[in-house]
């Protein structure tokens, strides 16, 4: 390895150890720290040294080896660290209220931010576990579509060898096959499990980080029928990964597959278990050479079959060398080809391509939690901003008196800032234990599978968030405290300071800013997710079970639909390729008179049978639907009105036009019907009979009958086993899958609707705090009002007047920063609800009404106190 | 003989000390004894073992010359005094007598 310039060791420790170590050792032992870092960089990798050199350091911290102190300053600091830890917990008892709000604000605050660092931290990581992540690439290819650029991943076969081999800078190279043309599984005797396979060269497990258990992953795969499979596959087939070695397994051709691959395979190694936080996820390995032998077109460099990625050498230029691999492409090839590379780990994050270039994706989720936990962190804090200021006055005798006893102002920010680092550290446990408890909950919300192990940068992260909450909680009170004078705070007729309060009202006004926006982000998402599962779709999707046709029911779907529709409990039956929902699959092969010359429609495919237009309640504009009464259909074809527009037919019905290479006549025209997402404009749609030719038929619809699916499935069920002997029952709900397509929306929905009520609940706390606070403090005013014949009610609106005040600017800052936030949001659907003036009022109404309630209730109390009790002591 | 007595480690220490001769630095003494007792040693614990030693006048250091590779910090040579050698000879004749003490059956099984 040539590095240009050696890895160093994180300098911070360095200046650690070099501030610590007793001046007459450091040279020589950070010598030897440096020699050690480098000697373990050698061996190993990088990151491991740093950790064991963060250990050294801390193991370096002892007493015989460190600075000696200077006797007297230790012995004050340290008698006045425990003064002031003492002082810390005499307040905390005696203003019990004020604690417990600042305890619950900073522990909810501090277990948000820490449940969406786990989650962010657990994003950031996926894909990155490879060894050569920071060099690893993709190479995509660059589609030019009339009306927009495309990317995908299709490479031709040959490319990764040619690369290797005649451009420089490129360490590893690696072709491989993901979609699983094989739905079949592994048989071993007379067990069958179902497995996924990748079809790797040699060179894949060098490129990927798969590690192998049994196994030399230069030599794993150098038979063209060799198999390397998965820990948890070698257990379920063989008991012991070890014995799985040697063993022949058998590949077994499932119906639908395109090639019969069926042939025994040797077992060459195992690897292990692949991590959640992979992308890539299959079963078994198998040698692409092996598949070449059954799909001949895979080398060739006509076809967009393979996939690629690239090891790069360090300070390669990215796109230079895509320049250079689509002109290595074209010189092999007349077929003109445009590439890009993206790094590996960039493609989960930044899914989202928008002519060509990543704009995007998941990583929006990231940014949109991150700012969140920020937020609500803020809320916390100034939560704490707001109370310590507050309840300036009940320790001013205190500070007055330190003060003139000598004390500086740094000794008194000190004594602040600790007091609130310590209450932040309080928090922190409360938090934790938070955290644990909500754990399972958090991650069956998120879906994902994250662990709790307490590694070193999440420790780090932890104490890194609640030191950041404890400064900037404390900094400003910690000044104000601070800053006062003696002579003023002696001297009985001090005049009142503005500034104070201002400070503290905009800082309530920000607060409740925040939860309002909250409140209309919740109010929008819900109230789109909510459209989006009950919008007409044009379809009917209630009561539609699915299956996918396998085994020896492909030979008899005709009678099996047919011996359904005879149910009671079956509405209608149909079969077809096509999913209806979520599904992208188009074709250009379309032609009728009319076209433009270099006019090129796409257009979604939906190969189906007898009654699909019914079982679906499509409706038809026009003509007619598709029935047996008429003959043989499998010519006709029903076009959606988006087609008829986009080709711009006038009297369609009748017309023969070309579809597949066939003449095809028109006989109806269906409604528009959705059957891509929302978030996509309503596309042109060709309903074609299933034809002779067409072996397209994978999927059969039910409809059943509505209150009753529990017979129905169970009647259904019995039907297909007399059918499909031997092959479980699989199905599935049209509209659960219709829904599954907005699971993260509905993720953030969820989410979004816990942070909201969290954030309100923490900037309630707070007015609760300061609410509870000015009614205390001004006990006497309200005895001597009530006296004089104020009534309770006008009592409790003069106080909860400025709070009432604080409220209503928050809400008018908010609403218009919300209305561009949802706004900007709802533009990623084509079908979406409109922004109406009652959400933004409704989430302006809650805010008042809640901040209302928080007040309104320690106002009352206040006013309801018996004046005599009030005014008696002085 | 309370002023020469040795801990197990500031023994291994000083042999390892002795066993390096002249060439006996903090990363050097770590990686004798790792290779030769197969024992994990933090910088912290030999670091400290060494200083202490040296204080009690078992040890004395002095700076070598400066090297590239410990980004130009020198490195310290430690080596046995005369009070050393004479304290680890007192320790292993302890040992012996010790051991020769044991009546032969003890250790017989």
């Known amino acids: ?874 | 003989m309370g002023r020469h007595r040795l801990g197990e480690f500031e023994e291994i220490v000083m042999l390892t000390v002795a066993i390096l001769h002249g060439e006996a630095y903090g990363i050097a003494i770590i990686e004798e004894i790792e290779k030769r007792l197969n024992r994990k040693v933090s910088m912290g614990s030999i670091q400290t073992v060494l200083r202490r030693l040296e204080k009690k006048g078992f040890l004395v250091s002095e700076f070598g010359e400066a090297t590239k590779i410990r980004g130009g910090k020198r490195k310290r040579f430690f080596t046995v005094t005369n009070l050393g050698k004479e304290t680890l000879r007192q320790t292993r004749d302890q040992r012996m007598a010790l051991w020769n003490a044991i009546p032969k059956i003890a250790l017989d099984f």
């Not at chain 1, 691999?325 to 092999?332: F, M």
């Not at chain 1, 409704?842 to 206040?862: E, Y």
Request: include cysteine.
């Open chain 1, 1 to 874: 390895m040539n590095t240009p310039s050696p890895p160093r060791p994180p300098v911070w420790l360095l200046r650690f150890f070099r501030w610590f170590c007793h001046p007459d050792y450091v040279e020589d032992i950070e010598g030897d720290l440096l020699e050690r870092f480098s000697g373990i960089v050698e061996e190993t990798e990088i990151n491991k040294a740093r950790r064991r050199f963060f250990i050294e350091v801390l193991l370096l911290f002892r007493l015989s080896l460190i600075r000696p102190f200077d006797r007297q300053c230790s012995l004050i600091s340290y008698s006045m660290l425990k003064h002031n830890i003492l002082i810390s917990f005499r307040g905390f008892m005696r203003h019990k209220t004020t604690f417990i709000i600042h305890l619950i604000g900073l522990s909810t605050g501090l277990s948000c931010a820490s449940l969406i660092y786990l989650w962010v931290q657990d994003e950031l990581r996926i894909d990155k576990f490879h060894k050569h992540d920071a060099h690893l690439y993709q190479v995509m290819q660059e589609f030019t579509r009339p009306d927009e650029i495309q990317i995908v991943d299709w490479t031709p076969g040959p490319l990764a060898e040619a690369i290797l081999e005649e451009l420089p800078g490129i360490r590893y190279a690696t072709s491989y096959k993901t979609h699983p043309v094989l739905g079949g599984g592994i048989v071993v005797g007379d067990q069958r499990v179902r497995a996924i396979p990748i079809y790797v060269d040699q060179s894949y497990l060098e490129v990927f980080s798969f590690p192998l258990l049994h196994g030399n992953k230069s030599q794993v795969l150098t038979d063209k029928y060799a198999a390397v499979i998965s820990e948890e596959l070698a257990r379920k087939l063989f008991g012991k990964t070890e014995e799985a070695i040697g063993q022949i397994i058998t590949w077994e051709k499932k119906d639908g597959d395109l090639f019969d691959m069926t042939r025994p395979l040797i077992v060459s190694g195992v690897f292990q278990t692949i991590p959640d936080y992979s992308t890539e996820k299959f079963d078994v390995l198998l040698s692409i050479e092996f598949y070449t032998e059954y799909n001949p077109g895979l080398p060739l460099w006509t076809n967009d079959q393979g996939t690629t990625a690239l090891v790069l050498e360090e300070g390669t230029d990215i796109n230079k060398l895509a320049e250079k691999i689509s002109q290595l492409s074209n010189s092999h090839t007349e077929f003109e080809r445009t590439f890009v590379l993206n790094r590996y780990s960039s493609k989960y994050l930044y899914n989202q391509y928008e002519n060509g270039v990543q704009t995007g994706g998941r990583i929006t989720y990231v940014w949109l939690f991150s700012i969140i936990a920020i937020l609500i962190l803020l809320i916390a804090c100034i939560n704490f901003m707001n109370l310590s200021t507050a309840k300036a006055s009940i320790r001013l005798k205190e500070i007055a008196v330190k003060k003139t006893l000598g004390a500086s102002r740094n000794s008194l920010f000190i004594q602040f800032v600790s007091e609130s680092l310590l209450i932040s550290f309080l928090a922190l446990i409360v938090a934790l234990i938070c955290v644990v408890v909500l754990f399972p909950s958090f991650n069956e919300l998120t879906g994902k599978h994250m662990n709790l192990d307490l590694s070193l940068t999440r420790m780090l992260a932890f104490l890194g968030i609640t030191l950041f909450t404890g400064l900037v909680s404390s900094t400003y009170p910690a000044l104000y405290l601070s800053a006062f004078k003696p002579i003023q705070i002696l001297t009985p007729n001090r005049a009142k300071s503005g500034r104070e309060v201002w400070t503290r009202k905009s800082l309530v006004v920000f607060q409740f800013a925040i939860s309002t926006f909250f409140i209309v982000c919740v109010l929008v998402i819900y109230q789109q997710m909510s459209f989006v599962s009950t919008k007409n779709l044009g379809i009917e999707k209630d009561h539609i079970l699915s299956m996918k046709i396998e085994g020896p029911l492909k030979d008899k779907v005709e009678p099996f639909l047919a011996e359904l529709r005879k149910r009671p409990e079956v509405v209608q039956a149909a079969s077809s390729n096509h999913i209806l929902v979520g599904a992208e699959n188009w074709t250009t092969g379309i032609n009728w008179e009319g076209r433009a010359e270099d006019e090129r429609l796409r257009i979604n495919p939906i190969i189906c049978n007898y009654y699909f237009v019914e079982t679906y309640g499509i409706r038809i504009k026009e003509g007619r639907s598709f029935s047996p009464e008429f003959g043989t259909d499998s010519s006709k074809v029903i076009l959606n009105e988006a087609a008829v527009r986009k080709m711009r037919l006038e009297n369609p019905i009748g017309q023969i036009i070309t579809f597949w290479g066939d003449q095809v006549e028109i006989i109806g025209i269906a409604e528009n019907f959705h059957f891509e997402s929302l978030y996509k404009q309503i596309g042109p749609c060709i309903l074609k009979m299933v034809g002779t030719k067409d072996n397209f038929e994978e999927h059969i619809w039910i409809k059943i009958r509505g209150g009753q699916e529990k017979e129905s499935i169970k009647a259904i069920e019995q039907l297909y086993a007399e059918f499909n002997t031997g092959y479980t029952f699989e199905y599935g709900f049209v509209d659960e899958s219709y829904l599954a397509l907005y699971e993260s929306e509905n993720k953030v929905s969820v989410l979004s609707k816990y942070f909201a009520f969290l954030a309100i609940l923490i900037s309630c706390l707070g007015l609760f705090g300061l609410a509870a606070f000015t009614a205390e403090r001004r006990k006497k005013e309200i005895g001597i009002r009530r006296v004089l014949g104020a009534s309770v009610w006008s009592l409790t609106n003069m106080l909860s007047r400025s709070f009432t005040k604080m409220v209503l600017l928050a809400i008018v800052i908010a609403l218009p920063i919300s209305y561009l936030v949802a706004h900007h949001w709802l533009e990623n659907f084509a079908y979406r609800i409109e922004l109406e003036w009652w959400l933004f009022a409704l989430a302006a109404i809650v805010a008042l009404v809640i901040a209302w309630m928080t007040v309104g209730f320690q106002t009352f109390r206040a006013a309801k106190n018996d004046p005599v009790k009030s005014l008696r002591t002085e």
